[in-house]
């Protein structure tokens, strides 16, 4: 039955079939040098992320994803609002840094939309940016009670660069 539809698929897409075929097993298996431009890529982003900081973003972890596509997730800690000439600044020093500058607007969006959100049960914990295709942006809120004598962060994370402050 299988080799039946496998025989009739390949039989109406012809060539098609075989080119599917040998797509899905480079998928499987990336060459050497593929993988060598994945993680050289990954390395340079790495690298600029410390600049993130002068505008208020800390990152505090990171996490290389081995899948297809390879991502790369990066945490982000909101620890102080930079002034739109901070913003600018940054921006004209990454503007021929198309992946730095696309981290720099997906900060700044998911910012924007943190700030407008409210829920009295959670509060606003962090940023995590998935580099891969497609790209992700995630805000992460934790539960009110796990916070020990929460600050009001106005729009800051309420974790600092070390989850110390959550109760046990």
Do not use: C, W
């Not at 295709?133 to 916070?147: C, F």
């Amino acid at each position: 039955m299988i080799n039946s539809l496998k025989d009739n698929f390949k039989s109406y897409f012809g060539q098609g079939y075989d080119k599917i075929k040998d797509g899905f097993s480079k998928l499987n298996k990336p060459s050497d040098e593929e993988e060598n431009k994945t993680f050289t890529f990954f390395e340079r982003v790495i690298e600029g992320l410390p600049a993130f900081e002068r505008i208020g973003y800390r990152t505090t972890s990171f996490q290389i994803e081995i899948s297809i596509p390879p991502a790369l997730e990066i945490h982000f800690n909101r620890f102080k609002i930079a002034t739109e000439e901070e913003i600018e600044e940054l921006r004209e020093e990454l503007k021929d840094k198309r992946v730095s500058t696309m981290i720099l607007n997906a900060l700044i969006k998911s910012s924007a939309i943190q700030e407008s959100m409210s829920t009295p049960s959670f509060v606003f914990s962090d940023i995590e940016i998935e580099v891969t295709i497609p790209p992700s942006i995630g805000l992460r809120y934790i539960n009110r009670k796990l916070v020990k004598d929460e600050p009001d962060t106005k729009g800051l994370s309420v974790l600092p660069s070390s989850p110390t402050t959550l109760t046990n």
